[in-house]
Nanobody, 125 residues
Framework: QVQLVESGGGLVQAGGSLRLSCAAS????????MGWFRQAPGKEREFVAA????????YYSDSVKGRFTISRDNAKITAYLQMNSLKPEDTAVYYC??????????????????WGQGTQVTVSS
């Protein structure tokens, strides 16, 4: 089975930085892209960032643009999310996801076939 495992979450003070990793393992799948989503308690899950695997093209939500950077390592089959200038509003469970086609836009959950279990990010004031 294809599995995605997030890591790197934790507690950080406002203004600090954190780097999340999403490692893929098991099975075989066509890699078109990976994305990051987040969900705070009582809130809807929202798109954060995405990357097209082959080209490296990146996309961001307006709320994180300029602060977060998504990247990938082909050899490790891993995607990263570098988060800088963190705010308390960034507190959420962060999920990585992998797409197997170009169906739907990068910000649509329908694009992604595989999902990780999530990693908690808490930003204190």
């Amino acid at each position: 089975q294809v599995q995605l495992v997030e890591s790197g979450g934790g507690l950080v003070q406002a203004g600090g930085s954190l780097r999340l990793s999403c490692a893929a393992s098991g099975g075989t799948f066509s890699r078109y892209g990976m994305g990051w989503f987040r969900q705070a308690p009582g809130k809807e899950r929202e798109f954060v960032a995405a990357i097209i695997w082959s080209s490296g093209n990146t996309y961001y939500s307006d709320s994180v643009k300029g602060r977060f950077t998504i990247s990938r390592d082909n050899a490790k089959i891993t995607a990263y999310l570098q988060m800088n200038s963190l705010k308390p509003e960034d507190t959420a469970v962060y999920y990585c996801a992998a797409s197997t086609s170009y169906s739907h836009t990068v910000s649509s959950e329908l694009r992604y076939a595989y999902w990780g279990q999530g990693t908690q990010v808490t930003v204190s004031s």
